[in-house]
């Protein structure tokens, strides 16, 4: 039983109470994210949205384990963050969560199979030789099989992200987090790669995506609002924002009225 459990209730996989990130600034310390409490349950799709500097990529980064929090507590796929070492965290990382970035950050000279097979190389969760056909699968899975031993560079956008998507999940993750996934993307290329987490998240897949693309929320289940660091009701948001909000309730459960 997880600390922020109540009894009889399922364990959400995200729980989060209280949680705050604090920077210290030479004007003095900043609060990107402001007490946030937040449970996201096994199988969500989820798109945080906010202007510029509201604290969605702190939000992701503290969901991911890869910043800390100052204060609160944050348990995620079984892990009590809060509690654990910087290796401890590391290595829960690398298990259980793949990210995705807007920039697809992949190493230029590694092979796409070479960028796919290296978190598992990290976590050695797959014994060596199963790793570049798990690799080659995925590839082939999210439709750039035909890449596998070019390098990024000779790749187009969409397809490096594709390749970066492949990574994310090369360790089979809990947890997928994508920070602005398609805002390097054409609009074309970008509803593919929504269609693509979607099938993901049909296939049970937790996905947390921030997003400044309206055509996103028409594929997220729910819309988290930030406002300087803090969670706010859709409703509440800012105007550009609680507009996107409002079309994504209004698609809620229905295909997308346009394509
Ligand atoms: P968003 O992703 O919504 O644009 P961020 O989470 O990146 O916003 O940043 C939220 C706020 O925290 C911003 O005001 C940003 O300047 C500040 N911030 C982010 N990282 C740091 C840091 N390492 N040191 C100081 N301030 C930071
Ligand atoms: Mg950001």
Redesign the pocket.
């Known amino acids: 039983m997880t600390l922020l459990q109540s009894p009889g209730a399922a364990a959400p996989l995200i729980a989060l109470r209280g949680v705050c990130k604090r920077y210290p600034t030479p004007a003095g310390a900043f609060d990107a994210v402001r007490d946030v409490d937040l449970d996201i349950a096994a199988g969500e799709f989820v798109a945080v949205i906010g202007q510029s500097g509201s604290g ?2 702190t939000l992701l980064n503290l969901l991911g384990g890869i910043d800390r929090a100052s204060a609160g507590r944050l348990e995620v796929a079984g892990a009590a963050l809060h509690d654990m070492s910087e290796r401890a965290l590391s290595r829960w990382r690398g298990r259980h969560v793949g990210i995705v970035f807007q920039f697809f950050q992949l190493l230029p000279t590694l092979t796409v199979a070479e960028n796919v097979m290296l978190p598992m190389d990290f976590a050695a969760r797959w014994p060596a030789r199963e790793r570049r056909p798990r690799a080659l699968d995925l590839l082939t899975r999210l439709g750039v099989a035909a890449q596998a031993d070019k390098l990024p560079g000779a790749l187009s956008g969409g397809q490096q992200q594709r390749v970066a998507l492949a990574r994310a999940l090369a360790n089979a993750p809990a947890l997928l987090l994508a ?2 996934p398609t805002g390097n993307l054409d609009s074309r290329t970008a509803q593919e790669l929504l269609e693509l987490l979607a099938e993901l998240v049909r296939g049970g897949q937790t996905v947390v995506m ?1 997003t400044h693309e309206r055509a996103a929320l028409g594929y997220a289940r729910r819309v988290l609002s930030l406002r300087d660091g803090r969670l706010v009701a859709p409703e509440h948001a800012q105007s550009e924002h609680a507009g996107l909000a409002q079309a994504q309730l209004a698609q809620h459960g229905s295909e997308q009225a346009h394509g």
Request: charged share 60%.
């Open positions: 969605k990529s920070d602005e921030v």
